[in-house]
């Protein structure tokens, strides 16, 4: 496919050479209706990677489900208050219900375990008493 290019000038006065877009003859840096699309785009990407790094920076241990589940508080307000994407929100909370379920299981695997080392312990003392 042979795509017409820009027939634009750069600030250098040379020719653009970028591709055109579709019905249109110039580049998207070259067509001035678009360049307030283009700002926004380039502002919400920004905000979208600082609100990540906010994410990010918000690394706790969430090894409890009263964390995760304060965390998740945190993710839900957030998201509500408009300072996090819905969609970085919707993964977030994904990813915390998997963790509440992980924390929970391996709690009850630490109680079992600890259950049954209060049994052995229990029998040890039985069986001290009895000698
Ligand atoms: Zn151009």
């Known amino acids: 496919m042979n795509q017409p290019l820009c027939r634009a000038l750069t600030k250098q006065g040379a020719s653009c050479r970028a591709p055109s877009l ?3 003859d110039t580049c998207l840096s070259h067509t001035p209706e678009l360049a307030g699309k283009v700002a926004e785009a380039r502002r919400r990407g920004g905000t979208m990677a600082a ?6 920076g918000k690394r706790l241990k969430l090894d409890s489900p009263a964390a995760v589940v304060k965390f998740t508080s945190g993710v ?3 998201c509500l208050a408009g300072t996090v994407e819905v969609e970085v929100a919707r993964t ?3 990813g915390l219900g998997i963790l509440l379920k992980a924390v929970e299981q391996a709690r009850a695997s630490d109680v079992e375990q600890m259950l049954a080392e209060v049994r052995a312990l229990v029998n040890e003392v039985r069986t001290r008493r009895r000698a």
């Open 22 to 24: 579709p019905n249109y």
């Open 51 to 56: 609100k990540v790094r906010i994410l990010e």
């Open 76 to 78: 839900v307000q957030d």
């Open 92 to 94: 977030t909370l994904y």
